[in-house]
């Protein structure tokens, strides 16, 4: 697929015009692909399910798949128009003003965004393995998932640049119920590359890129051998951006994602899981 402004494999975007209590479910949905994205003078979102989650939206994703290889281009030009963030993420590319909850989920493939062109553009550039961007008094819960999503960041732009393995970036004031809380979930891809040629602020981190909101970071784990902007990192506790780091042979433990991250064999098959270290979905009743 090819497209630009708001874009997703499923939904591009989700919004209620006024204040509403209506819920909104994806549930056992598994999507595979590319999604080649061009930037346009409008909203630059793009995500495997959905572009954003906007205001007022009330959102369950649970028992989802998205192997998607999002790749991110754009013209030759100096300046950009529409929102001031560029985000894309494996589920979704931003989250803005709603309540979501993630559960039981998992993404794999790539996230490559080349924006080296733009050197006039102030602009924020974010992606995670499962959601780019969370902004705007939103309450998110992700828990119970994992990626193996590989991210590469390059621009000449002078705003904020982070990659995180979950979350690009959390920035949402949000104080109902602690506002996000990102937990009992692993990272298992091999890199997350954030670059800038012009200095801008760049960061990255296992889990979660860039943290400025109020929310809560609990449980979580990261292979050991990641590569963060070309360094393997040295520590990390399972509440930090990090994550806990666990080797290869560890995941391939049913111990390991049923004892220790709390994932139901309701949700999750292990079956092959001493061969490849992931476990695969089962699909979920309606009912």
Avoid at 8 to 26: D, E, F, M, P, R
Avoid at 27 to 34: A, L
Avoid at 36 to 52: F, R, W
Avoid at 63 to 83: A, P
Wanted: a negative charge; aromatic letters at 4%.
């Amino acid at each position: 697929m090819t497209g630009s402004a708001h874009f997703g494999g499923v939904v591009g975007h989700i919004a209620n015009k006024t204040a509403s209590a209506t819920l909104y479910t994806l549930r056992n949905i598994s999507i595979t692909g590319n999604l080649n994205y061009k930037l346009s003078n409008q909203y630059l979102l793009a995500g495997g399910l959905i572009g954003e989650i906007g205001l007022n939206a009330t959102i369950l994703i649970e028992n989802c798949s998205s192997d998607i290889n999002i790749n991110v281009v754009e013209d030759d030009r100096t300046q950009g128009g529409g929102n001031n963030t560029r985000g894309f993420g494996g589920l979704i590319g931003k989250i803005g003003g709603s309540t979501t909850t993630i559960n039981n989920c998992r993404t794999g493939g790539e996230i490559t965004a080349d924006l080296s062109n733009n050197t006039a553009d102030a602009r924020v550039l974010v992606a995670g393995g499962i959601v780019g961007d969370i902004t705007d008094n939103s309450k998110v819960e992700i828990k119970n998932s994992y990626s193996t999503t590989d991210i590469n960041l390059k621009t000449a732009m002078s705003g904020l640049v982070a990659g995180g393995g979950l979350v690009g970036r959390y920035a949402s004031t949000n104080t109902t119920n602690g506002g996000a809380k990102i937990s009992d979930s692993a990272v298992l891809n091999e890199t997350i590359n954030a670059q800038s040629s012009n200095g801008s602020n760049i960061i990255a981190h296992r889990v979660v890129g860039y943290h400025s909101g109020n929310g809560q970071v609990a449980n979580n784990y990261a292979l050991s051998t990641m590569m963060v902007n070309g360094s393997v990192v040295s520590d990390g506790t399972a509440d930090s951006l990090d994550g806990l780091s666990k080797t290869a042979a560890e995941l391939k433990t049913k111990a390991t994602w049923v004892s220790d991250l709390k994932f139901s064999e309701d949700n999750w098959d292990f079956g092959n899981i001493t061969m490849d270290g992931y476990p695969t979905l089962r699909l979920k009743s309606s009912n």
